[in-house]
């Protein structure tokens, strides 16, 4: 991983294609501070959104005069806020995810990266949390603008795989910390029992929940012969197999059946489930699949 | 089944542990790290649930290896089962390939019966044991001497071909057989004949003999005799029939001549009893063949043969003072021309050709003349003999009982008055004896026949007796063969021979079969005036050609018959008394004496083994290729879905 660190995490080239690119909404999103995302409150953008009678306390600046002279009464017109969106982003960083060629950590900083640019691009605060290294995990506060993309790069550079990762546990806390909504992408390989538990907590704000399920091609397509005892690389718990072809059907069956069940779980609760096989380049996936999922605009 | 070394078996309290080690310590399998075992524990979870024997499977292996390991043991223990047959170390197998071992009860013959015996004994040889094989009746041979390799011994034994020649004597054999056993321990001597055969009585076999008969057959009828005499008009057949069997029987007697049929005979015999016919032929037959009709178990005695006997007749020079019983004697012999010579003549100028065999009677002469020589009462030493003096009243005895010279004689009533006490030279037999020495010797000495009689006929009573013309046609049979009606007769095996002009080039023997043979080639011997062909041992007519240059100048035929009453009873003996040096005389084999041992098989149970446990170690790679296999066979039968 260092020497990669040395390289720029995203292609100039690659982000200049994800400059044309947004996040795509379901519904809008409460934020902080102004920006250019339209919010579910009232605000003072310049779009008309309604009128409302006036109550008191309201801010008499915000009658409308013209309708008080036709009707006589105070109605208050009231404006479409435009407010920035927080955005998170959550990169499991336990060990499990460190395997793989390609490289699925890896692979997860760059759909983090390439994701937070474009959130960035857009003016919107991102937020990167990644856990799985111990108890505590690590958290790049919110950055905005392009100018964030260089913080934010540096930091999902320097993440570095933990050792065993509760993801159910991670998730429920990051719940509680969470100020704000607002688009979550969660970047995992959901390799843990916990993982009803963790897509559950997740699901219980507002977050418009997008996972990406990063496996690696090894994981899919297991190329194992004879007699294995296989070791957890996080629980270090061994599991003895005599890997043959029906138990390689079985596995793959297994596996289709494990993706299936993620994916109704998902849609169950309003969560995009994004499957991921890391051998296909981040660009062709950013730019092509991502799109069409529906994700990215 | 028992266990030739069952220490073997240790090699099991060994192995054994060692394995099932070696197979703990390969079950910590090669470790693999995988980012997750998370979907593994649930699959493995399953599987288990699903297939408690799994663990079995898993098994598998060890379970072969150890059944491999198993046999492998049993095999170097050497199991083996009782069976009938040999348990010696030096095993001495005596195959009898007389004559009636032609017998076709025991299909094809008794011979191919005995040599599957032979094979299963060879079969039966413990490891490391050495086997010798010997061919006895007729000519003996020994065509595998002391060999374990049991090849070789199959191969001895595929050779032995039926011999019709012969008689079934296995004292020859039993000494050989006796001497071998004598040399090494843990010996066995296995017969495997009919028991139709001459036994010792004088020898004990230092080791276990055992006896394996062969034939169920009893019953045979054969022409026991057939000869061609010329008579006053015509030819004289005289054909003997004998029922062998123990059971009266009725079989016809075809008869043809010269290749045709001429008369057929229903002919009922007896148990043990003969029947003769004497059948009145015209002249000019030269072949007489009887056939008996009729499927019994030995085809070889059931046909005989007679030819003409030859016209011209055999010149003897008898030179003598005068011996009225001599030329009595002589003159009742067919095809004899004898000539009368004083005894005082001196030189003789006729070739061999012309006279070939001259009767020295009481004469002593300087020089001898050329030919075959019967010396009666030699005065004086001649190059032969010594005659050294005189014996007063000897005792006359046979020195044999089976010389062909003594054939149908009775010497017994025989006495002489005085006898030239003779000592013949190395060249000779002595057929009838003395306490004084030898009364009648013959023998050959450089392709000449020579015969010595001792006595003066007058000074004994021998020619007033029935044995005298019988012994004085032997003596001239064998002094002139070619002359008279036996000599057309060779019994198998019997040389052919017969004299020669010095002018003859060439001599072909034409074959039963049809073969033609030819001195040229030297299957025919020419040697001292003589042609020899040896190689009689098929029974039928041989016809002898003598050729100057390309043009046949004489033709002769001989027939070959078996005439062997010990081969044509072919009853199977069921034991044979020899005795032996455990003191038992009986050589019936008996169950349990011979350890039949397979560990071969168990060797290729192991072998299958092996292969089943490579083929269970290797079933991923199998079950991949099959894979494989299905889903190009699915291509094929589908291109359009790729």
Redesign the interface.
């Known amino acids: 991983m260092n020497q990669r660190a040395s390289e720029p995490l995203l292609e100039s080239a690659f982000l200049r294609q994800l400059d044309r690119l947004a996040l795509v909404l379901r519904r809008p999103m409460a934020g902080d501070i102004q920006g250019e995302r339209r919010s579910p409150r009232r605000g003072s953008s310049v779009e008309f959104a309604d009128f409302r009678p006036y109550a008191r306390g309201d801010d008499i600046r915000q009658i409308d005069w013209n309708l008080y002279a036709r009707a006589e009464r105070f109605y208050l017109k009231l404006f479409v806020a435009e407010e920035e969106l927080n955005v998170h982003l959550l990169v499991d960083t336990s060990a499990?995810?460190d395997?793989?060629a390609p490289n699925?950590l890896h692979y997860a900083r760059e759909l983090a990266a390439a994701y937070g640019y474009i959130a960035l691009a857009n003016l919107d605060r991102v937020s990167v949390t990644a856990f799985g290294a111990g108890p505590g995990a690590l958290q790049l506060p919110g950055v905005r603008g392009k100018r964030g993309a260089v913080p934010l790069f540096a930091f999902l550079q320097r993440l570095q795989p933990g050792k065993h990762g509760d993801l159910a546990q991670a998730c429920h806390r990051y719940i509680q910390s969470a100020r704000a909504t607002g688009p979550l992408l969660l970047c995992s390989?959901l390799?843990?029992?916990g993982w009803k538990d963790a897509l559950s907590a997740l699901a219980s704000r507002p977050f418009e929940i997008t996972v990406m399920h990063i496996l690696?091609p090894?994981?899919l397509e297991?190329d194992?012969?004879?007699?294995?005892?296989?070791?957890?690389?996080?629980?270090g718990?061994?599991?003895?197999?005599?890997?043959?072809?029906?138990?390689m059907r079985?596995?793959k069956a297994?596996?289709a059946a494990?993706r299936g069940e993620i994916e109704s779980f998902c849609n169950g609760r309003g969560i995009i489930y994004v499957p991921v096989d890391t051998s296909v380049p981040v660009e062709e996936f950013v730019l092509g699949r991502m799109r069409r999922r529906g994700v990215l605009r | 089944m028992s266990l030739i070394t069952p220490l073997a078996l240790l090699a099991a309290a060994i192995v054994g542990p060692f394995i099932v080690a070696m197979y703990l310590l390969k079950l910590r399998r090669e470790e693999r790290t995988v980012s997750s075992t998370f979907l593994w524990q649930r699959m493995v979870r399953d599987v288990e649930a699903n297939a408690p024997w799994q663990k079995l499977r898993r098994n598998l292996l060890l379970l072969l290896q150890l059944l491999l390991m198993l046999l492998l043991v049993l095999a170097l223990a050497r199991p083996y089962l009782a069976a009938q047959g040999i348990s010696g170390r030096n095993l001495i197998i005596i195959i009898d390939h007389s004559a009636s071992m032609g017998a076709t009860d025991e299909p094809p013959t008794r011979l191919h019966a005995a040599r599957e015996r032979a094979y299963q004994l060879i079969d039966q040889l413990p490891d490391g044991g050495r086997a010798t094989v010997i061919a006895t009746g007729g000519r003996m041979e020994v065509p595998a001497a002391a060999t374990s390799d049991r090849r070789e011994l199959r191969r001895a034994v595929e050779r032995i071909q039926l011999s019709n020649g012969g008689s079934s004597d296995l004292s020859q054999a039993l000494t050989l057989a006796a001497a071998l056993a004598a040399r090494e321990e843990d010996s066995e001597v296995a017969i495997i004949s009919d028991g139709n055969v001459t036994l010792p009585t004088n020898l004990r076999v230092p080791a276990r003999v055992s006896y394996f008969p062969v034939g169920r057959a009893t019953e045979n009828m054969a022409v026991s005799a057939i000869a061609l005499q010329p008579g006053t008009t015509g030819q004289t057949l005289f054909v003997q029939v004998t029922n062998y069997g123990q059971a009266s029987a009725t079989h016809r007697l075809d008869l043809y001549l010269d290749g045709a049929i001429f008369n057929a005979y229903n002919l009922t015999i007896e148990a043990g009893r003969d029947q003769s016919l004497i059948i009145e032929l015209p002249p000019q037959v030269e072949v007489v063949e009887a056939r008996l009709d009729g499927a019994d178990a030995m085809p070889a005695d059931d046909r005989a043969f007679a030819v003409s006997p030859a016209t011209e007749a055999t010149t003897v020079r008898l030179v003598t003072a005068g011996n009225r019983f001599l030329e009595t004697g002589l003159s009742l012999l067919p095809g004899l021309n004898v000539v009368t010579v004083p005894a005082a003549t001196t030189t003789f100028t006729e070739t061999v050709a012309q006279v070939p065999v001259t009767i020295l009677d009481g004469v002593a002469l300087p020089e001898l003349p050329p030919g075959n020589l019967l010396f009666i009462n030699p005065l004086r030493s001649t190059a032969y003999f010594s005659v050294t003096g005189t014996i007063e009243f000897p005792q006359v005895r046979p020195a044999s009982g089976e010389d062909p010279m003594l054939r149908n004689v009775s010497l017994s009533e025989v006495s002489v008055l005085k006898a030239a006490r003779i000592v013949p030279g190395n060249w000779g037999r002595v057929v009838v004896n003395s306490d004084g020495g030898p009364l009648l010797v013959v023998g050959e000495r450089e392709g000449r026949r020579v015969a010595v009689l001792s006595f003066d006929l007058h000074e004994s009573d021998l020619p007033l007796q029935i044995a005298f013309p019988l012994l004085l046609s032997n003596l001239m049979n064998f002094l002139a063969p070619g002359s008279g009606a036996e000599a057309a007769q060779l019994t198998p095996s019997q040389p052919l021979s017969r004299q020669m002009d010095a002018t003859i080039t060439e001599v072909r023997v034409t074959r039963p079969d049809g073969r033609t043979v030819s001195s040229r080639s030297g299957e025919v011997q020419i040697q001292a005036g003589q042609a020899i062909y040896a190689d009689t041992d098929a029974l039928g007519i041989y016809t002898v050609e003598e050729l100057v240059g390309d043009s046949v100048v004489g033709r002769h035929r001989y027939a070959v018959n078996l005439f062997a009453p010990g081969e044509s009873r072919i009853a199977t003996q069921r034991d044979l008394s020899i005795p032996q040096t455990s003191g038992a005389s009986s050589t019936v084999s008996r169950e349990r004496d011979s350890r039949q041992e397979f560990w071969r098989l168990v060797a290729l149970i192991a072998l299958i083994v092996l292969l089943v446990e490579w083929l269970v170690y290797q079933r991923n790679g199998l079950a991949y290729l099959r894979e494989r296999w299905r889903q190009r066979a699915g291509d094929r039968q589908s291109p359009l879905r790729s």
């Not at chain 1, 194992?224 to 629980?235: A, C, N, Q, R, T």
């Not at chain 1, 718990?237 to 138990?247: G, M, T, W």
Request: hydrophobic share 45%.
């Open positions: 499990s995810m395997w793989g699925k390989d390799l843990d029992a690696a090894q994981e297991p194992l012969e004879g007699d294995l005892k296989l070791i957890d690389v996080e629980s718990a061994p599991v003895e197999i005599s890997a043959n072809l029906d138990l079985r596995y297994h596996l494990w």
